[in-house]
């Protein structure tokens, strides 16, 4: 939790020291109550020894869900904003959250919009959830906003995590079957290696290949183990810029199998994000712009930055998308529809359920075909290197029988 050092006044006089509390109001509200009329206060920074270490957004996904379903019923119900802001920040359980609302409930109590006290803390509320927020809050449908947000998000986070676990799975199997090959290679193979120099006779390829392999792998492993750190570096290097992030998004994009996987996850969140903008009554060049940042693939990204030139020219908002191959005629010709029918966010939130269902059946499909295709592969490999071993020694047991 933060510190905070005031200077203040009690019955004794002028009073120094420190206090630790979830916020700032805290820390009044406490010193207040102990008799203390703070007359200045300032937070402590915190030391890399004391805060608390958080690694991308602080508050986890599945907290934050709980809070917007929560603060939809408690607004539902007619419970003030700052009320439900304040009664939230003390049942949730996440420490982050928690020191947020607090002091977006001091901001509500000056006055401020919520979308306003929210907005300062960038890495817990996103620009999608503050411009739907600040939608909300003029439409006067606050409820249905954070219904919508909520949706939202648990929709994204069902399709990223079927994107992950179709990416890992084979990625395991992968880093598995090549620690078995390094095992093999440097802890079993050597062992036969004198026995096949006091046989003295000429060694079949495949014997020959693996027995270099195994003295090559002995010597330069370090070599191997840096080329993975190598490529671990250079990709979250190359992820970090955009320029070049581009090339590594489209040639993802056009990876057989897995790249078409990627498309329509892709698909499915911006339709979906852009569909909830759409229904929170965002305008559509504003959204359109939330949606280019929040973007996961810098491909699609700029095709909707095409798509935003196209509609301030007045133009349609697929022509861009219909020259583009990351965009099939299905997603083109209902966006269309939507566009000449006046019902564009219902058209995009049907795209987004098509796709977020494809994304499902190919991730189970993917998993059923890796599977086999691995197993296999690995049975080769290992298989090799055993009949490498095997076919040698039998000709050496032949010739001791003889």
Known sequence: MPKFKYVGRDRNGKREGSIISTSRREAFIKLKEEGIRVLHMDEVPESIFTKDITIGNPVKLQDFVVY???FSTLIRAGVPVVEATNVLANQTESKALKRALLDVEGDLRQGNSLSFATAKYPKIFSTMFI??????????????????????YEKQHETKQ???????????????????????????????????????????????????????????????????AFLFVGIS???????????????????????????????????????SLLSSSVPILQAIAIVEKIADNEVIAK??????????????????????????PLVTQMISIGESTGSLDVMLDKI??????EVDNATDRLKSLIEPIMIVLLATIVG????????PMFDIFNHIQM
């Open 303 to 328: 095709v909707l930055a095409n798509a935003r030139g196209s509609l301030e020219k007045g133009e349609s908002l697929t022509t861009p998308m219909k020259a583009h191959w990351a965009f099939p």
């Open 131 to 152: 411009n739907m927020i600040k939608a909300g809050e003029a439409s006067g449908a606050l409820d249905e906003t954070l219904d919508r947000i909520a949706t939202q």
């Open 384 to 391: 090799t290197i055993v009949t490498a071993i095997l076919v």
């Open 162 to 228: 079927k994107i992950i676990s179709a990416l890992i799975y084979p990625a395991v199997l992968g880093v598995i079957a090549i620690a078995v090959i390094i095992f093999l290679l440097v802890g079993v193979v050597p062992t036969f290696v004198s026995m096949f120099a006091d046989f003295g006779a000429q060694l079949p390829f495949i014997t020959r290949f693996v027995l270099g392999s195994s003295e090559w792998m002995q010597s330069y492993w370090w070599l191997v183990l840096g080329l993975f």
């Open 237 to 275: 290097i190359v992820r970090k810029q955009k320029n070049s992030k581009y090339y590594l998004d489209y040639f993802l994009l056009k990876l057989p199998i897995f790249g078409k996987l990627l498309q329509k996850a892709s698909i499915a969140r911006l339709t979906r994000t852009l569909s």
């Open 352 to 357: 987004a359920e098509f796709y977020e269902k």
């Open 68 to 70: 917007l379903r929560q």
